[in-house]
């Protein structure tokens, strides 16, 4: 009988970004040991249930150790990075021998003291079980990729998908790489070409879709075992921020490295046309105000996006909304725990003066002082990812707002806005609405874009502004492009 250990320990860490990521946020977003989360499986969790059915289907034995993950926020304080780093090498070392490791991981965890956490974990685990045992790790594709990751793992397995409703399809994956691995019936060999660029990758629109297409129409033949695009993480001062393109082959490291560098020079001939069409906040209200169509306009605050580490409480397009009189409009979320509390105190139907958001520093804007009735309110409300109708847990005690002509939802646990869950669950429907807000940067799109007259993504100010010249970087290269015109000339 083969055993296999797996674990899951991760979060996407905005460097630039006010909020610590200490213990409690893991505790809030996803924290478990030796699968305590049963049927509720948690979506970085998932790939640990992919494994366990997959091995348990063959007779094998699994060893499953913690299940962390937290909500995008800033640096992971040290010594909660470490305590669980730690756990995980504990139950390791218990679990010995071992025939394959499995780990799901994001791929851009920054802690005090480490840049690449997901380097030194793979590190360690390779130190403990040797050089011959295949570790395997399943990354977000908003992932910076250092290069001892690269000598450390087997085989590195990426989400193709943006929005992200693929992970336990390339959880799947990569089981099937390490499983022929250790069956010896294959010798997964990985190169990886730095494609020198920066940017913001939606699948949902050519050519990213296209490409992402034709990767997986090449996987299983002619001995590529796996590709995958890394679109990196630009909100990461760290010196491995960037794109990447990385090619799995059976036993021929000339033939990954020739994949992964034609493939990567073909991604990077497409960085112009595959940049998201941002507009300015002003160009955004100027379109709302000639907007006349049946469907709402759904503007998404991709500066603002709790998903990428931002405070969620933002107030510049609310601002914008109250200062042109826009009527008929509705706002998700704006993460304010003392509003939220202050709405259940006054009740239902009833009128308080309020200051909402604005409370995480001049990212965030100022607050807004209105006077607000509450439509609703509902305690640990929970929600669910896009038309993937997948639980992603709960934004906590949450309430509807009106606040001259505009709903605003704000809730007490920072989450961005994942589906109309969002909305519906506090009694709004946002396909009603002529103008709908959402704090997300792209993981809105399967709920939304159906209900839309047009998607309009907004670089407003805050901590996700997608204008990299902006960003106060110290460690990054910027030998790439936008910085640099040619970076491979």
């Not at 992971?76 to 090498?89: M, N």
């Not at 490791?101 to 840049?115: F, N, Q, R, T």
């Not at 060999?189 to 494609?195: E, L, S």
């Not at 929600?383 to 509807?400: L, Q, T, Y």
Request: net charge negative; charged share 25%.
């Amino acid at each position: 009988m083969k055993k296999i250990f797996t674990a899951c320990l991760g979060t996407e860490t905005n460097t630039f970004a006010a909020i610590p990521t200490g213990h409690q946020l893991f505790e809030e977003t996803c924290l478990y040991r030796k699968a305590s989360y049963g049927k509720n499986v948690p979506m970085f969790g998932s790939p640990l249930a992919v494994w366990r059915g997959r091995a348990e289907a063959k007779g094998w034995e699994v060893v499953e150790s913690l299940c962390a993950f937290a909500q995008p926020a800033g640096k992971t304080v040290k010594k909660v990075y470490e305590a669980f780093r730690d756990e995980i090498l504990t139950d390791l070392k218990a679990a010995l021998p071992v025939d394959g490791v499995l780990l799901s991981m994001h791929g851009a965890m920054v802690a005090e003291g480490y840049d690449d956490c997901e380097s030194d974990l793979v590190a360690h685990v390779r130190k403990i079980v040797g050089p011959d045992v295949p570790v395997g790790a399943e990354l977000d594709l908003h992932c910076n990729i250092g290069e001892s990751l690269l000598r450390d793992a087997t085989a590195l397995v990426l989400f193709k998908e943006y929005p992200h409703v693929d992970v336990p399809e390339r959880a799947d994956d990569l089981f099937t790489v390490i499983e022929g691995a250790i069956e010896g019936r294959t010798k997964p060999v990985m190169a990886a070409f730095d494609c020198r660029m920066i940017g913001v990758f939606h699948t949902t629109r050519e050519p990213m879709r296209g490409f992402v297409d034709k990767l997986q129409a090449m996987e299983g033949k002619d001995g590529v075992l796996s590709l995958s695009i890394g679109h990196g993480f630009p909100w990461a001062d760290v010196k491995e921020m960037g794109t990447r393109l990385i090619a799995i082959t059976d036993n021929d490291k000339a033939k990954a490295e020739k994949l992964a560098r034609e493939l990567g020079m073909e991604f990077f001939a497409m960085r112009e046309q595959t940049q998201p069409p941002y507009v300015t906040l002003d160009a955004a209200m100027a379109r709302v105000s000639s907007h006349n169509l049946p469907k709402p306009m759904v503007l998404a605050d991709v500066s603002d996006n709790a998903g990428g580490g931002a405070a969620s409480d933002s107030t510049f397009i609310l601002k914008e909304l109250l200062d042109r009189k826009v009527k008929d409009a509705a706002l998700a979320m704006i993460w304010d725990p003392g509003a939220v509390k202050l709405a259940f105190e006054v009740g239902e139907g009833a009128e308080l003066d309020i200051r909402l958001g604005g409370k995480l520093g001049p990212q965030s804007g100022l607050p807004v002082d209105a006077r607000a009735k509450v439509l609703k309110v509902e305690k640990d409300v929970t929600i669910e990812f896009g038309g993937e109708r997948k639980s992603v847990g709960s934004i906590g005690d949450a309430a509807a707002l009106e606040i001259e002509g505009v709903t605003v939802i704000v809730n007490s646990r920072r989450t961005q806005c994942l589906s109309r869950d969002c909305f519906t669950k506090l009694g709004v429907d946002p396909s009603t609405k002529k103008v709908v807000v959402v704090k997300s940067m792209q993981h809105f799109h399967a709920a939304y874009a159906p209900i839309a007259s047009e998607v309009v993504y907004v670089a407003a100010p805050g901590a996700l502004v997608p204008d990299w010249s902006l960003l106060p970087y110290q460690k990054v290269d910027k030998a790439q492009w936008p910085f640099v015109a040619q970076p491979h000339a």
